[in-house]
């Protein structure tokens, strides 16, 4: 039987239900050392003084590590390297790194942290993006504030339609709250070199960057993932790992540290806060005629992934529609604020937002159903993606996504007994008189894979040895399932052996990093070449030995079949381990022309939500029902691995649409714990009905596509329209506060 | 600017263990078993339990926010973060060490209850808590509410009260 397509036993869950499985912040070394971070409390300030002598007397205190230590490069980053290993001089942003003590003790280096005396000279905080492009505030980085404009033209004009709409609206800037917060160890290797273990999104571009920092060849540096607790963007970036491995090569020492919760906030790159300005021009039956939008992305105080974000928000600001003239800029810049960079959805999180709300305005001027304005306007195969112009192939099941999704069941009315069915919960705020049911559907799409050149590629190693079949893979499993899927595609390949996934290293060859919807898609194709390898290898190799033709020698999930004997793996490997490695490259893109036309992405990603919200319009309060989804997957690797990407991706949404925000008063974060910054619990989070659409694309290998991002491109969009439907709030910004609703604000 | 001291007397300690600094200790019965854990003024159960060994339990915020570092002390469901390991003398704390019960385990796996895994640990106690305690059958309502107090960022939760939910059902049936 295939494992493709099966929702075969992931092989990380036992050990994460019976509380075995070793996170990066369980990993520990004898003799070891841990590590504190200093950091700024200013958004903005030149640091004048270091003082660290007041530590010297302290014996539990090994050393105090700045940039002054980086025997490197000072600057490093994700794309381009603007980023201080320590804050060289300034600190540009709210808990900027400025030095990294080493202790005997967690406690002891926390408490000398804190000890630290540094002195600061505030300098002007440029917290306003608006603001950053104005060309009399503040340059924060050479060449100016602005990191990236992606202005996409295409077609003819974009005014003078029968129709117009004209709105602005805002989304906020959302953190990716992983559970496992940042912990690695560092130990120092005897060549001179450096091993971390640690729970990293992309090994090579973290190894890349430690070397580049301290000064060491490649092969010096070695990556060894831990156990990772979520990332969804938020683990593409340095953090602690140049910190650690600096402070482990100038001790001689393993060093280890766990950042706190509130840290954790402050250290990673969360998603963009975004202005959104459109305008959008139809015929009077609703053809679309036009889409002009500007958006402001907040990048922060260094690029990280700024510049690919842009891309993608001006690549999917007009959605999945067929529309003959697009306008669309998207542009990042940078401030004093947090750093901005990958989050799930990648820009287009925030596109979605403003083109379905404007949508959503359309509908509401033509006196258009909302469902049947986006399905008078889909993208059909064959048709030209609005902003780039590339042809979507056959992949394109819009008007499918939209039926399938419309057609699953609506959730009863809400138990007016039920005080959990409420909005406001068992709290008993709301009375049902009061409820007032909304119901809102919006569409979503986006690349999978990087975009706009980037050639996009995997390695990956399958070896055969007495003891059964290893994949050797520098993939991450961040949760998503991918060693399962991995180890699907590799026993098919092998007739169904027993495939077992070692843990991911550097060693293993690039993979990249487990974002933009690619980990399965590029490292499946490599493990299926390789493994496919492995077993003509195998037949061959038995054919050989026994003297029979290879078309008599059959892979089986116990050994290998040959006239009729099964001959154990263990007997017809012996000493002699198979190893196969293959490169997967995905079909290559290009960037865009000077109005950014051209055959940029791979493929697509397409998604549909349908929400419904009961609102309690006098208090404010909303309490999300259900949200159903059709998604476009291309092939569903491992059904219930899918089902869960839907069902976590909606929560993440239903998040951003109604609880969160990551506030910052002059570039200084206000909430930065878990009490302040709410995540959506059980009793926040929606019901959720699923239907997968299973169309292969050309593209994916046997015809797979990403699936992580979509669910959360258009729930939010979809959970806003519903809430705006029961109350008749206009709803411009998300998260959506309840004085939005009872009209204080 | 470092001042590496990396030679000097601290070196070779282990920081690792509290007992090796001369700390206070208390005795707890973990799992049925007596152990002796580090305890200054400021240790929290859930750091005394880790360095213990005993990592199963983890901790996202340390605030009693999250739910992922929740143990049963005296028969309590409890975030061991919020209780100091000194007033644990005596006491017996039960952790996800101590194993999970096997229809639990195969529900949550079947269910799709885990992805990063990183909130399991926690969530298990708290569903075996529940599941343990409820007087009737659970109602979707109470195991929701049961659950509310465990943040899970990865899987939206559905699956995690689906296989609750059948657990319930399945016990109650006699299966």
């Known amino acids: 039987m295939r494992r493709v397509g099966t929702s075969v036993r992931r092989p990380d869950v ?40 007041g530590l010297a007397a302290d014996p539990e205190v090994v050393c105090v590590l700045s940039i002054e230590d980086v025997p490197g490069a000072r600057l490093v980053g994700h794309i381009v390297a603007d980023q201080p290993v320590f804050a060289d001089g300034v600190a540009r942003y709210h808990g900027e790194p400025v030095a990294f003590v080493v202790a005997t003790t967690q406690e002891a ?23 950053a492009l104005d060309p009399a505030s503040p340059r924060l980085r050479a060449g100016g504030n602005v990191v990236r404009r992606a202005h996409l033209r295409r077609g003819g ?210 006196g258009i159903d909302p469902v049947e304005l986006r399905r008078r306007n889909v993208l059909a195969p064959g048709d030209a993606f609005p902003t780039s112009g590339q042809p979507v192939g056959d992949a394109a099941p819009l008007a499918e996504l939209i039926d399938r999704c419309v057609e699953l069941p609506l959730p009863q009315r809400a138990d007016p007994d039920d005080p959990y069915a409420l909005p406001g919960g068992t709290g008993n705020t709301s009375t049902a008189a009061n409820v007032r049911r909304g119901v809102g559907f919006a569409l979503g799409v986006k690349n999978h894979l990087y975009a706009e050149g980037m050639q996009e590629e995997a390695t990956a190693t399958v070896v055969v040895d007495a003891t059964g079949v290893e994949v050797r893979s520098a993939a991450s499993e961040v949760g998503q399932g991918v060693v399962s899927a991995l180890a699907q595609i590799a026993s098919d390949e092998l007739g169904g052996q027993e495939v077992r996934v070692a843990g991911a290293h550097s060693d293993h060859g690039y993979a990249g990093s487990s974002s933009a919807s690619r980990a399965t898609f590029v490292s499946g ?110 092939i569903a690797v491992n059904p219930r691995a899918v089902r869960g990407q839907l069902d976590g991706g909606i929560a993440q949404g239903l998040g951003l649409a109604v609880m969160e925000h990551l506030q910052s ?81 | 600017m470092s001042t590496d001291r990396s030679t000097g007397p601290t070196s070779g300690s282990n920081g690792r263990s509290s007992t090796d600094l001369g700390e206070p200790t208390v005795r707890v019965h973990v799992n049925g078993m007596t152990r002796e854990l580090g305890a200054t003024s400021t240790t929290s159960l859930l750091r005394a339990l880790r360095s213990a060994g005993l990592t199963g339990t983890t901790g996202a915020c340390e605030q009693g926010e999250c739910g992922s570092c929740s143990v049963v002390l005296d028969g309590a469901l409890v975030c061991s973060c919020l209780v100091a390991a000194f007033t644990c003398d005596g006491r017996s704390v039960t952790t996800i060490e101590h194993g999970v019960a096997a229809d639990l385990g195969d529900a949550l796996e079947r269910h799709g209850a885990v992805q990063c895994g990183f909130c399991t640990p926690g969530m298990v106690m708290a569903a075996t808590t529940l599941l343990d305690r409820c007087d009737g059958a659970l109602t979707r309502g109470a195991v929701t509410e049961g659950l509310a107090g465990n943040l899970c960022r990865c899987t939206g939760y559905r699956g995690i009260i689906e296989a609750v939910l059948e657990v319930d059902g399945l016990r109650r049936n006699g299966a």
């Open chain 1, 525 to 634: 194709g490599a493990v299926r070449d390789a493994a496919g390898e492995a077993a003509r290898l195998l037949r061959a190799r038995v054919a050989q030995r026994w003297s029979v033709p290879e078309a008599e020698v059959e892979l089986r999930p116990t050994g290998v079949l040959v006239r009729g004997e099964l001959l154990p793996l263990a007997i017809v490997i012996g000493e002699e381990p198979i190893a196969a490695t293959a490169t997967f490259l995905a079909p290559s893109t290009e960037r865009g022309d000077e109005h950014g036309q051209g055959s940029v992405h791979v493929s697509w990603m397409f998604v549909a939500h349908r929400a419904v919200v009961d609102v309690d319009a006098q208090l404010g309060l909303v309490k999300v029902v259900q949200v159903a989804t059709a998604q476009d997957v291309g």
């Open chain 1, 157 to 366: 004009d974009v005014s003078g339609a029968p129709v117009e709409v004209e709105a602005t609206f805002h989304t906020a800037r959302q953190d990716q709250a992983f559970l496992g917060v940042e912990s690695a160890l560092a130990l120092p290797d005897a060549d001179g070199g450096v091993t971390l273990r640690l729970a990293t999104q992309d090994l090579h571009t973290d190894q890349h960057q430690i070397a580049a920092a301290l000064d060491l060849p490649l092969d010096k540096v070695r990556l060894e993932m831990a156990g990772i607790g979520g990332a969804f963007g938020g683990r593409e970036d340095i953090t602690l790992q140049i910190h650690l491995a600096l402070a482990a090569t100038v001790t001689g020492r393993p060093v280890r540290t766990t950042y706190r919760r509130a840290e954790s906030f402050l250290a990673h790159p969360k998603r963009h806060p975004a202005r959104l300005h459109y305008r959008l021009g139809a015929e009077l039956d609703g053809t679309l005629r036009y889409v002009y939008a500007r958006i402001l992305l907040d990048g922060g105080a260094y690029a990280s992934t700024s510049m690919p974000v842009a891309g993608s928000a001006a690549y999917f600001a007009a959605g999945p529609y067929r529309v003959p003239a697009v306008d669309v800029e998207a542009t990042s810049v940078c401030t004093n604020n947090p750093v901005s960079g990958a989050m799930r959805g990648f820009g287009a999180v925030q596109a979605c937002f403003g083109m379905e709300s404007a949508m959503d305005l359309l509908a509401a001027e033509l």
């Open chain 1, 14 to 53: 036992a050990a994460k239900i019976d509380g075995s499985f070793v996170f990066s912040n369980d990993v520990t070394a004898d003799d070891e050392l841990y590590g504190a971070t200093v950091r700024s409390p200013h958004a903005h300030a030149r640091i004048i003084d270091l003082e660290t002598s």
């Open chain 1, 665 to 745: 008063v002059e570039g200084v974060v206000a909430n930065a714990t878990f009490t302040d910054y709410l995540v959506p619990t059980t009793a926040d989070m929606a019901a959720t009905e699923v239907a997968l659409v299973e169309r292969p694309d050309p593209a994916g290998p046997f015809g797979l596509k990403g699936v992580g991002e979509p669910p959360v491109l258009s729930s939010t969009p979809a959970i806003v329209a519903a809430i705006r439907a029961a109350t008749g709030r206009a709803l411009t910004r998300v998260p959506v506060r309840p004085e939005d609703i009872v009209g204080t604000s």
């Open chain 1, 109 to 131: 280096a926390w408490a000398a942290a804190d000890r630290l005396v540094v002195s600061y000279g505030p300098l002007p905080v440029l917290h306003d993006p608006e603001r």
